[in-house]
C-alpha cells in the first residue's frame, strides 16, 4: 500500500464524512497501526474505518455521493444484510473498509454472513482521540481493549496474517436487518 495515497484518502473520507456531521472511528489494522507503529503497517493493504449504524444507515446514499463526487468508486455498498458496509476504492491496490456497528443490548455487532465481530457498546460509547499522521482521529476507548479483542492479548507484536478471533453469529443478522428497516422509518 502506497502511504501517501492512503494518507490521502483518508483524510479526504475524513472530511466527507465530518462535512456531513457524522463520526467515524479508525479500526482494525488502522487502528492498530496508529497506536503500535503510528503510521500504516508495512504489510497492511487496506484502510478501516468503523461508523455506529445508526449514523451510517440512515446516511449511506449522502456517503456514497459524497465518495463519488470526490473522485472515488464505491466497488461494494452493502452485502447480504443490505447496506452494512462500503468499499470505497482509490486504485488497483488501494481501498477503503467503511463498517457499520449495530447496537444490540450492551454489544456493538459487526455483521457478517456466517461469523460476526462483537464489541462491548461503551468501547464506542465515549470515544477517545489519536494523532495519526498530523490529524486527531476517533478510535474506541480504551484502544488497548479494542486491540486486544481485536488481535488477541500480544497485539504490540507485530506478526503476519493476522486473524480474527471467531465469533458466532446466531440470531443476530435477523435482528440487524429489524434495527436497519427501523432507523429507515
Not at 117 to 137: K, M, S
Not at 160 to 169: A, D
Amino acid at each position: 500500500m502506497d502511504k501517501e495515497k492512503a494518507k490521502k484518502m483518508l483524510f479526504d473520507v475524513a472530511d466527507i464524512i465530518e462535512d456531513i456531521g457524522l463520526m467515524f472511528f479508525l479500526s482494525d489494522g488502522t487502528c492498530l497501526g496508529a497506536h503500535r507503529e503510528h503510521d500504516f503497517i508495512d504489510t497492511d493493504t487496506d484502510i478501516d474505518i468503523k461508523m455506529l449504524a445508526e449514523d451510517f444507515v440512515p446516511n449511506c446514499k449522502r456517503l456514497i455521493n459524497g465518495f463519488s463526487k470526490a473522485g472515488y468508486k464505491v466497488n461494494r455498498a452493502g452485502d447480504a444484510l443490505r447496506f452494512t458496509n462500503i468499499l470505497v476504492v482509490g486504485d488497483k491496490l488501494l481501498h477503503l473498509d467503511l463498517l457499520s456497528l449495530f447496537l444490540i443490548d450492551d454489544k456493538r455487532w459487526l455483521p457478517g454472513k456466517k461469523k460476526s465481530l462483537v464489541y462491548p457498546a461503551r468501547l464506542f460509547d465515549t470515544p477517545g482521540q489519536i494523532d495519526f499522521l498530523g490529524r486527531r482521529f476517533y478510535v474506541p476507548t480504551p484502544v488497548e481493549e479494542y486491540l486486544e479483542l481485536t488481535y488477541g492479548a500480544d497485539y504490540m507484536t507485530p506478526k503476519v496474517g493476522l486473524s480474527y478471533p471467531e465469533q458466532t453469529i446466531g440470531y443476530v443478522n435477523k435482528r440487524i436487518i429489524s434495527i436497519m428497516e427501523e432507523m429507515k422509518e
